[in-house]
T-cell receptor, first 116, second 111 residues
Framework: DVKVTQSSRYLVKRTGEKVFLECVQD?????MFWYRQDPGLGLRLIYF???????EKGDIPEGYSVSREKKERFSLILESASTNQTSMYLC???????????????FGNGTRLTVT | SQQGEEDPQALSIQEGENATMNCSYK?????LQWYRQNSGRGLVHLIL?????REKHSGRLRVTLDTSKKSSSLLITASRAADTASYFC???????????FGSGTQLTVLP
């Protein structure tokens, strides 16, 4: 069974701090994703990666960056945390099933981040 | 940008009844997926239906897809209290690999 592990379930940080959210998957998936989830807005894609050292912006990349130095690990970085980044952050991974197709996403249990 | 939108936003039914949730989307897709999220947890994949399929079954789940109307429905038959969760549809963006999720339907099954 695929396991996607997010390093923290709950995190409280102060405004202006640099925040690292870590995600590790154990199934050798090529694709990894970071979403944030807010009430009434569903899941919004922040960044994704198709390969090591490769990253692409999603719908709401502002205020975030990512790092993928190893295939199994995808980190989300909040350069200077702000209160509007208080949210549930969800990491997901999937394998590449061919051009123009999508394989199911496997999600971690999320990190609930509070910025005060 | 939101691609899929679920309807209704919330649904409350009695155990044993059927639950139907709908999803509408805006642009052409290769496939559409449904996910479940239990409170405070990550999403779990339920079923994937390709654009050339009209109906798909998995246990008590039945998914339909109407590409002419750009809509899909998820039917859960003989619901159980354990089906209480949020349900999301997700669509691709044509050739892109990433998925876009709707805002979900909160299903409550009363014992």
């Amino acid at each position: 069974d695929v396991k996607v592990t997010q390093s923290s379930r709950y995190l409280v940080k102060r405004t202006g701090e640099k925040v690292f959210l870590e995600c590790v998957q154990d199934m050798d998936h090529e694709n990894m994703f970071w979403y944030r989830q807010d009430p009434g807005l569903g899941l919004r894609l922040i960044y994704f990666s198709y390969d090591v050292k490769m990253k692409e912006k999603g719908d709401i990349p502002e205020g975030y960056s990512v790092s993928r130095e190893k295939k199994e690990r995808f980190s989300l970085i909040l350069e200077s945390a702000s209160t509007n980044q208080t949210s549930m952050y969800l990491c997901a991974s999937s394998f590449f099933s061919g051009q123009g197709t999508n394989s199911p996403l496997h999600f971690g249990n999320g990190t609930r981040l509070t910025v005060t | 940008s939101q691609q899929g939108e679920e309807d209704p936003q919330a649904l409350s039914i009695q155990e044993g009844e059927n639950a139907t949730m709908n999803c509408s989307y805006k642009t052409s897709i290769n496939n559409l997926q449904w996910y479940r999220q239990n409170s405070g947890r990550g999403l779990v994949h339920l079923i994937l239906i390709r654009s050339n399929e009209r109906e798909k079954h998995s246990g008590r789940l039945r998914v339909t897809l109407d590409t002419s109307k750009k809509s899909s429905s998820l039917l859960i038959t003989a619901s159980r209290a354990a089906d209480t969760a949020s349900y999301f549809c997700a669509t691709d963006r044509g050739s892109a690999r990433q998925l876009t999720f709707g805002s979900g339907t909160q299903l409550t099954v009363l014992p």
